[in-house]
């Protein structure tokens, strides 16, 4: 039976964030993950694929606009009989930073993995008209807020646990509308692997996720309506994907299944560098 989505699914303005097919087996039974951008998009994708599999977990939402979603996610959560926190502010922060990781340790005893997956809305702008401000504002949310989330946990972290960044194709492939965040993208796939290197003596994984076009909340709300009929229309497969479709790679690196995987960026993008 094919269970991915087609292009109508695909198309669908309501994101899919699980696929009705998925099946859990508590690979993460007993675990405790912070996830960041939680409340909408891929991070709620993961937040439901790690519920399903057993793990108790706390999210993030930048602002009362956000409130509502990050409930959803929780309600999400619950329904799947797992415990779930959601704790508002802004990851650029790092005091904020701080606080939501000891929010982890404080409701759950501990904290197993760090899924760093927030990340700014889509500034579309020629490199001419990229601001020192804009610059500034999109590394700050996009890869210190790794180094802020990261230096807090590392010090809580038992061996085998696991951290999780997401990244982007744009680091592969660039972006002329998007080159200040291209480059944070990029910034994260060499934090990645050199923290890799640097925590693995302690038996502690960290590897990236690059997704490619993705059908999430923040798509229609950065791009024209002309740029959204032809998203993901440059794949291989010639549609965007779900966040459905992304969320069981955060699964397996987090899960026993990605024990021996360090170092390492998985791409689930639909086979776009390949195009062309
Ligand atoms: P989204 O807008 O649904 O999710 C982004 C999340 O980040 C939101 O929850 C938002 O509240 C949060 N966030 C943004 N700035 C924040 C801040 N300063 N403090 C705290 N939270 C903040 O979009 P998404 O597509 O699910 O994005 C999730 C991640 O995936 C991002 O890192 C994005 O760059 C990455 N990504 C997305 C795509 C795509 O096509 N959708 C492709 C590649 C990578």
């Known amino acids: 039976q094919d269970t991915q989505p087609g292009r109508e699914a695909a198309m669908d303005p309501r994101p899919q964030y699980i696929d009705p097919a998925y099946q859990g087996s508590e690979k993460l039974k007993g675990k405790v993950a912070v996830i960041t951008g939680g409340d909408s998009g891929i991070g709620r994708a993961v937040a439901v694929h790690f519920a399903v599999e057993g793990a108790d977990i706390v999210i993030n939402y930048l602002s009362d606009d956000e409130q509502e979603d990050a409930e959803k996610t929780l309600a999400l959560i619950h329904q799947q009989g797992c415990r779930g926190v ?12 701080e606080e939501l990781i000891m929010k982890a340790v404080s409701e759950f005893g501990t904290l197993d993995i760090l899924v760093n997956n927030a990340g700014q809305q889509y500034v579309q702008s020629s490199f001419e008209d990229i601001s020192a401000a804009q610059l500034e504002h999109t590394f700050r949310t996009n890869i210190f807020s790794m180094f802020y989330l990261t230096k807090v946990a590392l010090p809580l972290l038992s061996p085998g646990s696991r951290i999780i960044n997401t990244a982007s194709v744009t680091a592969y492939k660039g972006n002329p509308s998007l080159i200040d965040y291209s480059a944070t993208k990029g910034a994260i ?3 990645t ?3 890799a290197i640097s925590l693995g003596d302690r038996n502690i994984t960290v590897n990236a996720i690059a997704p490619g076009p993705i059908w999430t909340p923040l798509i229609p709300a950065s791009f024209s309506a002309r740029e959204v009929e032809h998203f993901g229309q440059d794949t291989l497969l010639r549609r965007p994907g779900q966040p459905s479709e992304v969320a069981p790679t955060y699964v397996l690196l987090a899960s026993n299944d990605g024990s021996y995987m360090t ?5 689930p993008n639909g086979g776009i560098i390949l195009n062309g």
Request: with cysteine.
């Open 86 to 97: 959601a704790v508002k502010g802004d990851v650029s922060d790092p005091e904020f930073c």
């Open 193 to 195: 692997r050199s923290l």
């Open 189 to 191: 796939v060499a934090f």
């Open 263 to 267: 170092g390492q960026v998985i791409h």
